[in-house]
């Protein structure tokens, strides 16, 4: 069964940081364009990472700097460290292949 399931969300503090996991099954990661997004409440779904096959990751300019998109490719996992976290980065985060979705994983960045 082709398919992405997302881990690793929870609540956290502003500053600290999360890792989730994006489990792959019936493919193999290494081989397609692997995405984080996020969608917080009342607001569009948005690209926060890319991992592309030759591995290189390109993220918006506003993230690069505390967020970190990185691939297990033996395992077929994909993860996304997220650092310094602040209360707007509380979103759901999905784990994406072109068309294929995971259910997604919530944060929530609050005192």
């Known amino acids: 069964q082709v398919q992405l399931v997302e881990s690793g969300g929870g609540l956290v503090q502003p500053g600290g940081s999360l890792r989730l996991s994006c489990k792959a099954s019936?493919?193999?990661?290494?081989?397609?364009?692997m995405r984080w997004y996020r969608q917080a409440a009342g607001k569009e779904r948005e690209v926060v990472a890319t991992?592309?096959?030759?591995?290189?990751?390109i993220y918006p300019e506003s993230l690069r700097d505390r967020f970190t998109i990185s691939r297990d490719n033996d395992k077929n996992l994909v993860f996304l460290q997220m650092d310094n976290l602040r209360t707007e980065d509380t979103a759901v985060y999905y784990c994406n292949r072109h068309d294929l979705w995971g259910q997604g994983t919530r944060v929530t960045v609050s005192s």
């Open positions: 019936g493919f193999w990661i290494m081989s397609y364009t």
């Open positions: 991992v592309h096959p030759a591995g290189v990751t």
